[in-house]
């Protein structure tokens, strides 16, 4: 049975750090120090866990004036089963019952299709590198519940 944590400003991360240095440092070869970075302390972290695994992330931050999810990453042996489509739809659900009307994210080129089948549309067809790798900035409106 898959469930879900929430944590908040400077409680234990370290079951998504280890997700996302997997994914990101390890598979993708992000430097540590770009993905670590200030916001992680303030941010909130949801993790996925299936039987007590810690299988998914996501992050929900307040950068540059808007809010924004990333560090989405799904364990390697555990893609495939709709793990990302659960932490991002889970934190979009907190976010906005939250009260937070619009959501950012700076989606991985490959992972558009993904974002745009849970509502994300890009806000413009400008491609920009982050980290080595090429990003488009995506935005998702609260609908009040149609996500």
Known sequence: MVNYVIKKE?????DSREIRRKVFIEEQKVPAELEFDEYDSTALHLIAYEDGKA?????LAFVDGHYKIGRV???KEERGKRYGDYVVRNMLDKAFSDGIEEIYVGAQIQARGFYE??????INEEIYDEAGIPHVMMKIVNQGGNN
Not at 117 to 122: E, L, M, P
């Open 10 to 14: 400077n409680e234990d991360i370290s």
């Open 55 to 59: 299988v998914a992330t996501s992050r």
């Open 73 to 75: 990453a799904v364990l």
């Open 117 to 122: 089948t849970i509502g994300f549309r890009a």
